[in-house]
């Protein structure tokens, strides 16, 4: 009796931990189609410009977007690493701690993604966000994307 509680419960927990994932990859799927690019992309990508957003939004606003993203973290550490491989002059210092927009450019750069495809993500992430938050969610991400 005490294995099928365990298999019950194990099952369940399986269960919902491929529905968050389901969920977060309807974003990737989006993106990938969309854009025509590869799901590495689509989620650095998309990890920048949340990054963006967290950077930009007061905590508490953020963090209404993040619970609208299932996996944000998975977004957030999908971002390329900003160094400059090993190079310890002054440029690659100045690369390390960039933010904001440079950030970004320079996350889509790694990427193999032109600065033009940050215009092309970010529509389809607040009509992301919208559909999963609801529109004053979105609203705050739009709001981000057009300073």
Not at 73 to 100: F, H, Q
Not at 134 to 143: C, I, M, N, T
Request: charged residues 20%.
């Amino acid at each position: 009796m005490k294995r099928i509680v365990l298999l019950s419960v194990a099952v369940l927990m399986f269960a919902g931990i491929n529905t968050a994932n389901a969920e977060g990859d309807d974003l990737i799927k989006m993106l990938t189609s969309e854009l025509g690019i590869t799901s590495e992309q689509a989620m650095g990508g998309a990890g920048a410009l949340f990054n963006y957003a967290k950077e930009e939004l007061p905590s508490e606003d953020f963090d209404k977007v993040s619970e609208a993203v299932p996996d944000m973290s998975g977004y957030l550490d999908a971002i390329p690493a900003l160094g400059g491989g090993g190079n310890t002059g002054l440029l690659g210092k100045a690369t390390e701690s960039l933010v904001g927009m440079p950030a970004v450019t320079k996350a889509f750069d790694k990427l193999g993604l032109s600065q033009e495809m940050v215009g092309m993500f970010t529509p389809i992430l607040v009509n992301y966000v919208d559909e999963k938050g609801g529109e004053a969610v979105s609203g705050l991400l739009s709001k981000v994307f057009s300073k």
